[in-house]
């Protein structure tokens, strides 16, 4: 029982850079979600899902795309990766959107642009 | 949209003390969460309260939702409570607004 997998831990990127976090959840929840979290700081939503096919933008969606073709994945895209976009990002999921069961968090991927 | 405010910022205790920890809302919920981030970041989730009242353990938390505040209690605390406390809360678009949290360190 896995949970919510991220990957990778860690990752540097130059400017302009882009990549791809990875976030897989074996719960079979509809609802998964990415936060981004700053030093000192609560998460912010970048963007949400309520179901394959199905995304939303969150508070802070610029500079990220997303896609869900499975239930069980939710990768997030970073295109022109900038200094700005330095942080720890949080995949997490959820049985439904109010979250009454609780959510569950991924371990996180730091990310530094250079 | 929803603010959220956390106090105190930082709280310094001994084991076994117990603490209470704040959480101030602007506007009304439907769903609001207490989580404990771990030293290593690992992100837990402790209660779904968006009203009344709920125990696990040592742990409780209490929502007054007409007054827009919830408190945690932390009873006869150990050295494994550390870490920061968050509060978040939505509305009627469900997304969550974190607040900044609360840093406890419990002293052995």
């Known amino acids: 029982n896995a949970g919510v997998t991220q990957t990778p831990k860690f990752r540097i990127l130059k400017i302009g850079q882009s990549m791809t976090l990875q976030c897989t959840q074996d719960?079979?929840?509809?609802?998964m979600y990415w936060y981004r979290q700053d030093p000192g700081m609560g998460l912010k939503l970048i963007y949400y899902?309520?179901?394959?096919?199905?995304?939303d933008k969150g508070e802070v969606p610029n500079g990220y795309n997303v896609s869900r073709s499975t239930t069980e994945d939710f990768p997030l895209r970073l295109e022109l990766a900038a200094p700005s976009q330095t942080s720890v990002y949080f995949c997490?999921?959820?049985?439904?959107?109010?979250?009454?069961?609780?959510?569950?968090f991924g371990s996180g991927t730091r990310l530094t642009v250079v | 949209g929803i603010q959220v405010e956390q106090s105190p910022p930082d709280l310094i205790l001994q084991e076994g003390a117990n603490s209470t920890l704040r959480c101030n809302f602007s506007?009304?919920?439907?769903?609001l969460q207490w989580f404990h981030q771990n030293p290593w970041g690992q992100l837990i989730n402790l209660f779904y309260i968006p009203s009344g009242t709920k125990q696990n353990g040592r742990l409780s938390a209490t929502t007054v939702a007409t007054e827009r505040y919830s408190l945690l209690y932390i009873s006869s605390s150990q050295t494994t409570d550390s870490g920061v406390y968050f509060c978040?809360?939505?509305?009627?678009?469900?997304?969550?607004?974190w607040g900044a949290g609360t840093k406890l360190i419990i002293k052995p």
């Open positions: 997490a999921s959820s049985y439904s959107m109010q979250g009454a069961r609780g959510y569950t």
């Open positions: 506007d009304s919920v439907n769903n």
């Open positions: 719960m079979n929840h509809n609802y």
């Open positions: 978040a809360a939505s509305g009627s678009n469900y997304q969550l607004i």
């Open positions: 899902s309520v179901g394959a096919g199905i995304t």
